[in-house]
């Protein structure tokens, strides 16, 4: 047990480092590619916010290196409050690897205490805009 809260501490910390940010600018889509692409939770250094999805989906980017980022979206009534969440990390029993199109437990700390559990969705790697 002791290696479970190890290991969802280690989670957290990698993906904490980076919380959210937002900005008063309009929110422009963000753009992805959907072929089958994988990476290793290990890697992951950080998180920012995404804007909402077409039918006010939460979404998130998750950073696993400085041009590399992977968009989630939240399913089902799970995740409201993703766009405040100050950390988060992935529920270290299930895969160490995700793939484009694959679900996974998002796990998203409250402030009162405790952990939110939210559903999430694999969409695909960020494509960078061309400068």
Request: glycine share 10%; hydrophobic share 35%.
């Amino acid at each position: 047990m002791n290696r479970l809260h190890l290991s969802l501490a280690v989670s957290a910390l990698a993906l904490g480092g980076c919380a959210a940010t937002t900005t008063d600018e309009p929110e422009a889509q963000v753009a992805f590619d959907t072929t089958r692409q994988c990476f290793f939770t290990s890697q992951v250094n950080g998180f920012s916010n995404a804007p909402d999805g077409p039918n006010g989906e939460e979404r998130l980017i998750v950073h696993t290196g400085p041009n590399d980022g992977w968009l989630f979206e939240a399913f089902g009534n799970s995740c409201n409050d993703l766009d405040f969440a100050q950390g988060v990390a992935f529920d270290p029993r299930t895969m160490t690897s995700l793939c484009t199109g694959t679900n996974e437990t998002l796990l998203v700390p409250r402030p009162g205490g405790g952990v939110e559990r939210c559903s999430v969705r694999l969409l695909g790697k960020v494509i960078e805009p061309a400068r």
